[in-house]
């Protein structure tokens, strides 16, 4: 995700001084990134999973700086300080909340008035390779289709118009979108590309409803699929993001 991240860091132009929200830090490079920005301010970074965050704890002792914290909670409920940050960001963090609205408004509350939030997205799944491509090679095979996601998912926020509608009611003005499209890196040669795919939860999931002789031939499809996608410099797949920027009124 380098280019992706080269153009987020960019847009979110964190300054000397900001308090930084980080929403679904993960490991925290994001978080650790501001920080560093954030020279005289600081980076709080936020996220549900315990392992991320202890290994964001790891490589910010190995890493530095030191005006970061990180924080295990919910980021739709919890009681951040308000009024507290000058800049919250996310990096595909904010797809999943099961009430965008209330859960922007919540996040809206840690952030003084006038406060920038800054989100990367995905755009639809047809338009990321990544996605569609790999899936459909791990479940072609399959008597019936995939069902759809019943809830939020990762491309809950693809549409500019739900996703404008959905901060405009939780009380941000200014929204803009900002279209990023750069390639996904998925390893230096399909053998690695096909270890890493299969460590993603989501592949997993898809591959263990499938019987053994249907799962075989899927891994079979997903190597020539991956195979296909070596470029010389790495198996690279498609995508479109979107950058999302806004206000807090």
């Known amino acids: 995700m380098r280019l992706h991240n080269e153009q987020f860091r960019a847009a979110a132009r964190v300054g000397a001084r900001d308090r930084v929200l980080d929403i679904g830090c993960g490991t925290g490079q994001t978080t650790r990134e501001a920080a560093g920005a954030a020279v005289t301010g600081s980076a709080l970074g936020v996220d549900l999973s315990a392992p991320m965050l202890e290994r964001a704890r790891q490589l910010n002792d190995d890493q530095g700086p030191s005006n970061v914290t990180y924080q295990q909670a919910d980021a739709q409920v919890h009681r951040f300080p308000p009024t507290h940050f000058d800049l919250c960001i996310s990096r595909f963090g904010t797809m999943f909340f099961a009430d965008p609205v209330a859960a922007f408004t919540n996040i809206g509350r840690a952030l003084r008035p006038a406060a920038r939030l800054v989100l990367l997205l995905w755009q639809d799944r047809d338009r990321n390779e990544w996605a569609s491509a790999i899936r459909q090679s791990l479940t072609a095979a399959t008597a019936t289709p995939t069902p759809p996601s019943c809830g939020p998912d990762a491309f809950s926020l693809a549409d500019p118009s739900i996703t404008e509608g959905i901060l405009a009611a939780a009380g941000f003005t200014d929204v803009s979108f900002t ?69 807090r009124r």
């Not at 592949?203 to 899927?218: G, I």
């Not at 479109?240 to 920027?245: E, F, K």
């Open 179 to 247: 279209d990023v499209h750069e390639p996904v890196y998925y390893g230096p040669d399909s053998a690695t590309a096909f270890d890493n795919v299969l460590r993603l939860l989501k592949f997993q999931d898809l591959l263990a409803n499938l019987d053994a002789a249907t799962a075989e031939q899927a891994r079979t499809r997903l190597r020539a699929t991956l195979a296909a996608h070596d470029t010389g410099g790495g198996v690279c797949f498609d995508s479109r993001a979107w950058i999302v920027t806004a206000r």
